[in-house]
């Protein structure tokens, strides 16, 4: 094996939703590389419904069967309950915690006139709740230790948009502010927070995905980010990553450079339209203060 392999010995790790698809590829590979993982997963069907031990099992089976240390977790991610258990589980079984990978999900895909609220609710639960809860429940573990890395698994759906996906994208951007929010909070006590937007063949996405993306798609083409992301190497923090098929990319927020009046009115917007929705210089401020500050200066400026 080469020496220079990026490891994870003597790191705990909680990958949630990894009975399937993304997590589950997360898991291994974690686990591979020498991380002692919580394979946590509901186990339930792809809207949320349901539950079972099985899937969660199965994978932290696999994991100790290649040699690898891990345990199964069958909580559910959306109750405080649960993603207190899943933090204390790896606490209480492996000492610590140093990675949480936030990947469970659910989908309930309708357009937005047939829309329930049920269906709003269940998937900003899993979603942003479940990483929010996760979070929240390490974060005083990995505050104490000095150190900590997360992922949050955004979507291509939440930072662009589409047909169908009101709920899944309103949650898919809700964990970019999670991020990074998460990213400033955590800095000083050297916890990092990344997301990802990943784009792959899972049981999530095969019958939207055109058949042939399967050999292309597979969920390993998505882990080596999620564990660089969480290796203590990676510096990186508050930022989002496009991923699929073996291209990755930094996708960022950015703001055009604006027109300013000092008496604003609907007609001076309307006439300086162009300048407004304007994209070069852009500036990409690293936290809300930056931004304002950047509008001030452009107000003060004569
Ligand atoms: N596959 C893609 O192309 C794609 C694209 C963008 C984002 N994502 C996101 O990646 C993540 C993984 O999705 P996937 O494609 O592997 O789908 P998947 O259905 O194979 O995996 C999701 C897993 O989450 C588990 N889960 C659901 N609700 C849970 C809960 N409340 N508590 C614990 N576990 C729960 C499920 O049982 C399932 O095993 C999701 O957050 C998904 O939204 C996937």
Redesign the pocket.
Known sequence: MPDDLLRYDGRVAVV?????????SHALLLAERGAKVVV?????A?D?TGASAG?AAEVAELIVKNGGEAVANG????TPE?AEAIVRQAVDTFGQLDIVVN?????RDRSLGKISVEDFDAVL???VR?SFLVTRAAYPYMKERGYGRIVN?????GLFGNFGQAN?STA?MGLVGLTKSTAIEGARSGILANAI?????????ESL?PPEFEAK?G?ETISPLVAYLVHESCATSGEVFSV?AGRVARVFVAEGPGWSSDDLSIEGIAANWDQIVAEQPYLQPTEIGKQATASLQAMLKP
């Open positions: 949630t939703g990894a009975g399937h698809g993304l997590g589950r946590n997963d509901l186990g339930g792809l949320g899937p909580d559910n991610v959306a649960g990947n469970a999900g659910i989908l639960a899993v979603h479940g698994t955004s979507s291509p759906a899944y898919k937007a990943p784009i792959a063949w899972t049981r999530m996405t995905l798609f969920p699929g």
